[in-house]
């Protein structure tokens, strides 16, 4: 007897929580949700680093725990898990920022142990040592890796002398940062002016705040927060060929405009990107990987920044291949505008897209990096259920339109790495190439 499968549950509105906002007199922004059933607490602390030496910021985000003038590194660790507690940072073109959580009865404890940090951290010259040769062996490694290679020449193609065309330090700008270094880019830039602290949790907010005042109260610093300038627009151009001799593969990267998250737009954006290729049973991934064989992974994002959006298409296919699978990218690009996704195809990007919503803010921790990425962009959490109201309201129209505007392979910037003396002439009969 075969069973009837049950249809999909109807879709609901989706439920937040309402963040209570309040700043401290030296100027740190808090952004305070109480969301109960776990007892614990999350915390998200983002500085504003635009224009900051990126080695000098990756060595202090790796360090900056390792120890004060009245704490070693062994003790910082041990004050944390006494409260079940974790902090760790990290540092990109725009912000450094400082992540973790604890019990929520022992928020109070990570908070003074956060500030003590922020105000005396000594980066001790052992572990400054042993971070430094860590990160540079990391990068020797990342460097030799096709993906790794292949993206450090697409930012430089698209954004050039912008911050954003160098994200990631090299292994040698690295070796070449000393202590002092990083001690002064401490002084100077781990200020509250700008920053932006988030907690998320099993939490009162008027208690929360007043363990805030009394462990961030007195964290300031010299310097204004500089803001990033916006990303310049992209020109398109040749193809860039990166030689990569022997290779058995090729990474093959196609970049497009994006409209940012506050464009009228944006939804049926969001929704095209996934129809194109954006999940598992996407245009792209079901041509590439399932009928042609081209490529395990082809895949498909929308990237928004503080400094403004774009769309990438990536897929690593064998050599033998590479033309022939960067003529489907483009094809299937084209198709978005030319072949629109029926309603099913849509409805079925729609209830991704709003599961996968629903999904990421089910935990404290999906609630508190949504709340500081939206606040990145000026956005209040709010804004995520309004933005999934408009995809409910996209319709395929609005797909066909946004796809002739947004992802025609004309206007993308397109970057191949392979064995060039293997695939130029392929892919010269595609356009002109311009080798890196």
């Excluded at 998200?44 to 900056?64: C, E, F, G, N, Q």
């Excluded at 933005?387 to 947004?406: G, K, Y």
């Amino acid at each position: 007897m075969k069973i009837p499968v049950p249809g999909l549950a109807p879709e609901v509105p989706l439920s937040l929580p309402v963040p209570v906002e309040r700043t401290l007199p030296n100027g740190l922004r808090v952004l305070l949700t109480r969301r109960p059933g776990v007892p614990l607490a999350e915390v998200r602390l983002s500085i504003p680093a635009a224009h900051t030496d990126l080695a000098a910021a990756d060595l202090l985000a790796s360090t900056l725990f390792s120890g004060t003038e009245s704490a070693s590194m062994t003790d910082i660790a041990r004050r944390l898990q006494s409260v079940g507690g974790a902090l760790g940072a990290g540092a990109d073109p725009d912000r450094i920022a400082v992540s973790g959580n604890s019990l929520a009865t022992g928020l109070p404890e990570l908070l003074e142990t956060l500030g003590d940090i922020l105000k005396a951290a000594e980066y001790p010259d052992a572990p400054f040592e042993v971070e430094r040769s860590r990160i540079i062996d990391g990068l020797s490694v990342a460097e030799q890796q096709p993906d790794f290679q292949v993206g450090r020449v697409l930012d430089a193609r698209l954004w050039g002398d912008h911050p954003y065309g160098h994200q990631q330090p090299t292994a040698a700008e690295v070796a070449g940062v000393e202590r002092a270094a990083v001690l002064a880019l401490h002084a100077s830039r781990i200020h509250p002016a700008g920053a932006r602290l988030v907690i998320v949790g099993d939490i009162d907010p008027d208690a929360t705040f007043a363990a805030v005042e009394k462990a961030l109260g007195d964290w300031n610093g010299a310097g204004e927060p500089r803001t990033m300038e916006p990303l310049p627009a992209l020109v398109t151009g040749p193809l860039v060929l990166v030689d990569r001799p022997g290779s058995v593969q090729s990474a093959i990267r196609v970049a497009y405009p994006a409209v940012e998250r506050v464009h009228p737009d944006n939804a049926a954006q969001h929704l095209t990107n996934l129809v194109f290729g954006g999940y598992f049973t996407s245009r792209l991934v079901m041509n590439l990987r399932e009928t042609k064989g081209y490529g395990y992974s082809p895949r498909s994002r929308v990237d928004h920044s503080p400094a403004g959006s774009s769309q990438l298409a990536a897929v690593d296919v064998a050599t033998e291949v590479t033309a022939l699978a960067l003529a489907e990218v483009r094809a299937e690009l084209r198709g978005m505008a030319d072949n629109p996704p029926a309603a099913e195809e849509l409805d079925l990007a729609r209830r991704y897209a709003l599961g996968s919503i629903k999904l990421a803010t089910a935990t404290q921790a999906g609630v508190a990096n949504y709340i500081s990425v939206l606040a990145s962009a000026g956005l209040e959490l709010s804004w995520l259920a309004e933005h999934s109201e408009r995809l409910r309201e996209v319709t395929t129209a609005d797909i066909q339109r946004v796809a002739a505007e947004e992802l025609d392979p004309d206007r993308a910037v397109t970057v191949v790495l392979g064995d060039g003396a293997l695939i130029r002439d392929s892919l010269a009969e595609l356009g002109e190439i311009a080798a890196q």
